[in-house]
């Protein structure tokens, strides 16, 4: 089992949620956060006054899958989340130990 953890641009969630759908993943979590990459904020103008945004609010995308499904689910946020503009976000993968269903107390594979 892995855990794909997604970056994304906010107004990208339902093209993403849906894709995930279309490919098979029943469940996901979405976190509101802000930070920032390489291109550390932007300046805007407010009132006439220039100001400094230096994290940008993001949504943190977290899905657990089976292994043989990570591919696709990857395919699927990039596919869907790219803009072709800088801060279009990040995919990382990590290693899933156990996963509970806390209903049922289905344990890994069938918690998924």
């Known amino acids: 089992m892995k855990i794909v953890t997604a970056i994304i641009k906010p107004f990208k969630l339902d093209e ?4 995930l759908t279309n490919i098979g993943v029943h469940g996901l ?9 390489r291109q550390k904020g932007h300046t805007e103008i407010y009132r006439g006054a220039e100001y400094a945004i ?6 943190k995308i977290e899905v657990a899958v089976s292994a043989s ?10 596919s869907t989340a790219r ?4 801060g279009d976000g990040k ?3 990590g290693p899933l130990e156990r996963a509970i269903r ?8 069938d918690a998924l």
């Open 102 to 109: 806390i209903r049922t107390g289905e344990s890994d594979a």
């Open 16 to 19: 993403v949620r849906d894709a």
């Open 83 to 86: 803009t072709g503009q800088i």
């Open 91 to 93: 995919i990382f993968v």
């Open 69 to 78: 499904l990570v591919d696709k689910v990857i395919d699927a946020i990039t």
């Open 54 to 59: 230096s994290f940008l609010p993001k949504l």
């Open 29 to 37: 979590t979405v976190t509101e956060v802000k930070g920032y990459g």
